[in-house]
């Protein structure tokens, strides 16, 4: 069973742009969620999608958005990028009722 | 507003010794405790969880113990080996969410010598 797949692995954005990544579940699981780690920081919530709906949101301004697709599959938009939106980017898959969350392997964002 | 500490953010231990990582939490509201393992460049790796009805739980080397009245839980790797060196995160989650929502610490990175 493939594990969770994150594009691209890597971006380089310039402060103002905007910049979209995807993420495509496990086979199976419905819940999506996503994460932003910097350095010191842990792992900060951003939101979760579960059948194309937003259940949770975390404490993120507007500029972060995401949405999930029929197939599961979800995307995380930044507009107006800010030198302090430079951070790996996680994106977790889980079955429905199971707090356990399998993670890919991240998009690392670099903002100039 | 941290609702999970890790106040150690390193730890170094022999290999064959007892690897032992703490975590504190301040929501009482949270049931559910999970420990990941992060290497460079890989995203989380799930490795145990505790129920809070539960006080232990074990899966080979590793053992996470809960204690609700001092909202404190700790991992336990016994023996550590030079392969568990990573950066190790607990995480917490309230059924009162609908799903899909972790509350991270800050991380423990752990360097286990040979």
């Known amino acids: 069973k493939a594990g969770v797949t994150q594009t691209p692995r890597y971006l380089i954005k310039t402060r103002g742009q905007q910049v979209t990544l995807s993420c495509s579940p496990i086979s199976g699981h419905r819940s999506v969620s996503w994460y932003q780690q910097t350095p010191g920081q842990g792992l900060q919530f951003l939101f979760e999608?579960?059948?194309?709906?937003?259940?949770n949101k975390g404490n993120f301004p507007g500029r972060f958005s995401g949405r999930q697709f029929s197939n599961s599959r979800s995307e995380m938009n930044v507009s107006t990028l800010e030198l302090g939106d430079s951070a790996l980017y996680l994106c977790?898959?889980?079955?429905?009722?199971?707090?356990?969350?399998?993670f890919g392997a991240g998009t690392r964002l670099s903002v100039l | 507003d941290q609702q999970v500490k890790q106040n150690s953010p390193s730890l170094s231990v022999q290999e064959g010794r007892i690897s032992i990582l703490n975590c504190d939490y301040t929501?009482?509201?949270?049931?559910?405790f999970l420990w990941y393992k992060k290497y460079p460049a890989e995203g989380p790796t799930f490795l145990i969880s505790i129920s809070s009805i539960k006080d232990k739980n074990e899966d080979g080397r590793f053992t996470v113990f809960l204690n609700k009245s001092a909202k404190h839980l700790s991992l336990h790797i016994v023996p550590s080996q030079p392969g568990d060196s990573a950066v190790y995160f607990c995480a917490a989650s309230s059924s009162l969410d609908q799903g899909g929502k972790l509350i991270f610490g800050q991380g423990t990175e752990l360097s286990v010598k040979p």
């Open positions: 977790a898959s889980s079955i429905v009722g199971s707090d356990i969350q399998y």
């Open positions: 999608y579960f059948s194309e709906t937003q259940r």
């Open positions: 929501n009482s509201m949270f049931d559910y």
